[in-house]
């Protein structure tokens, strides 16, 4: 069964950076676009970039300009550059699969803290 592990989360001042690191116990991502997704306390798990197989991203609004995704399909590995982080950005994050159906268990997620 394929894990998930998120690292990189830590505590940051606004306006610093960090650089999360998703990494798959195997082979899962193919032609399937992966997504970074983040949920903070009370609220929904939301998509915030996505990458296709062919390395086309999409961001959310709230994020565009300021983060970066990219994929090594060699490592299993998916990152996510944030830089320019807000208070609004604290949340836990995730990595996954974009289509709901073919998704995979959820890994324990990263902490981002953002201090103001």
């Known amino acids: 069964q394929v894990q998930l592990v998120e690292s990189g989360g830590g505590l940051v001042q606004a306006g610093g950076s960090l650089r999360l690191s998703c990494a798959a116990s195997?082979?899962?991502?193919?032609?399937?676009?992966m997504g970074w997704f983040r949920q903070a306390p009370g609220k929904q798990r939301e998509l915030v970039a996505s990458i296709a197989s062919s390395g086309s991203t999409v961001y959310a609004d709230s994020v565009k300009g300021r983060f970066t995704i990219s994929r090594d399909n060699a490592k299993n590995t998916v990152y996510l550059q944030m830089n320019s982080l807000k208070p609004e950005d604290t949340a836990v994050y995730y990595c996954?699969?974009?289509?709901?159906?073919?998704?995979?268990?959820w890994g324990q997620g990263t902490q981002v803290t953002v201090s103001s």
């Open positions: 996954n699969r974009v289509n709901v159906r073919v998704r995979v268990t």
């Open positions: 195997g082979s899962i991502f193919g032609t399937n676009t």
